[in-house]
């Protein structure tokens, strides 16, 4: 993670002296708890000129000056994300109070949600013509692929909604599977052998 959090440094120091844009440095790049999420860093172009003006929002690297031609610049260093769906035979709205229940937001501040780390929505898949809870785990060692899948489980199962499959779209570690593997084989008492195995499981 060093060489990450050192890369995301020099690219925004290349970028200030190249083009002189503003930087955020997020996720573990970031020195700042109140923003270290994009999310949090995040705005609207038509926002970011008032935002470069409140001293809270002071860029980590380069002038705090609107720049109209390039706008601002995130970079970070951070564990990967893993896009992860699971169907179910269900309506949208109940994969989206699935959804709302496991993401880390919730319903709000008042009503979080019990999985750190996670973003999530429900949605119907009218060509599949199934329901889907989509996940972005942002970091995978706080929410394993298994803890995700296993809360989303719960709630179906409470709502009486079968689960019909599940899929990770994009690249994920060999350690994220490997990790889960090793949940699955000790709970259902697998055997399996091989890391090429666990892969396939």
């Keep these: 993670m060093d060489q990450c959090i050192q890369c995301a440094n020099e690219f925004g120091q290349r970028l200030v002296q190249e083009l002189d844009v503003p ?6 790049a970031s020195s700042h708890d109140y923003r270290n999420l994009v999310a949090q860093i995040r705005t609207e172009y ?23 031609r390039w ?6 260093a951070r564990n990967g994300l ?8 269900s309506t949208k709205e ?14 709000g501040p008042q009503e979080p949600g019990r999985l750190k780390t996670v973003q999530a929505l429900g949605w119907y ?27 989303i489980s719960k709630d179906a199962k409470e709502l009486k909604l079968p689960i019909v499959g599940s899929q ?4 994920v570690s ?7 593997a090793d949940y699955f084989i000790q709970k259902d008492n697998l055997m399996i052998l091989t890391e090429q195995q666990k892969i396939m499981l």
């Design 23 to 28: 930087v955020y440095l997020s996720e573990y």
């Design 46 to 68: 038509e926002n970011l000129e008032k935002r470069l003006a409140d001293p809270r929002w002071k860029p980590d690297i380069g002038p705090a000056r609107f720049v109209p």
């Design 71 to 76: 706008g601002a610049t995130i970079a970070g």
């Design 82 to 89: 893993i896009a992860y769906n699971v169907n179910i035979i």
């Design 94 to 107: 109940q994969a989206h109070r699935i959804a709302l229940n496991i993401r880390e937001k919730g319903r």
């Design 125 to 151: 898949l009218k060509d599949e013509n199934v329901a889907q809870v989509s996940t972005n785990l942002l970091d995978y060692l706080t929410t394993p692929l298994h803890v995700a899948f296993e809360e």
């Design 168 to 171: 990770i779209v994009g690249l």
């Design 174 to 180: 060999l350690d994220a599977l490997l990790t889960t």
